[in-house]
């Protein structure tokens, strides 16, 4: 196992492949390892910022199949210009078992054998994070897909964006920020699909000490 350094916090590079998969204590060892240098905190199977700058921007489901790739990039190269720029990411898979349980069958396997492409022979439910090194943006795009296409909930963090993505069964994707600048930055970045400020419980869920939550 080796560490990078490329971003502001420490990320791990398990066995340097381009996806590692984890498991839920791992992912929650690991948030609280960084929290002090990403912000991040993790409540069961929910990330949030304590920050008071803190923000959450709200995005509409695709509608076709071109679309969900299309937003798999999106999210997967959010906070950088280009894939040199990509230090690595987390993806968790929260909730992958809801709707109907033969179209879920699918997406497992699906995912599962694309798992295992990377050595991993694990179903999702034993550990359902996954870790892409340097430049591996592809890869994460390809596995942020069935979060949209089966509708599942899932979590994306990025090394060195000051920001998490959120993607939800309830048919919305949500991208939650830090600071001002990232949130204004994110805004610009997302204007041509439409981004929406996050409503009330959105931000009392990911962003419980956020000062919008007393703006007018």
Known sequence: MSVNHSGPFTMIAFLERAMTAITDEEI??????????????????????????????????????????????VVSMLGIEDEAMFYGALLWITLSDIGSPQLEKTGWSMVEMMRRGFGENRPIEAAPGHWFRNGAVVELAAFVLPCFVFGWDAFIVPNGGN????????????????????????????????????????????CPHSRHLHSD
Do not use: M
């Not at 923000?55 to 695709?62: E, G, H, I, R």
């Not at 949500?174 to 204004?184: K, L, M, N």
């Open 163 to 206: 920001l998490f993505v959120r993607i939800s069964h309830d048919e919305y994707w949500a991208v939650v920020t830090r600071d001002a600048e990232t949130y204004d930055a994110v805004l610009n970045s997302l204007k041509g699909i439409g981004p929406e400020e996050g409503s009330r419980g959105l931000l009392q869920t990911f």
């Open 28 to 73: 929650r060892e690991f948030l609280a390892k960084n929290e002090s240098s990403i912000g991040i905190r993790v409540h069961n199977r929910i990330l949030r910022y304590d920050d008071l700058e803190s923000n959450v921007l709200c995005l509409k489901f695709p509608e076709t199949p071109l679309r969900a790739t299309y937003f798999s990039r």
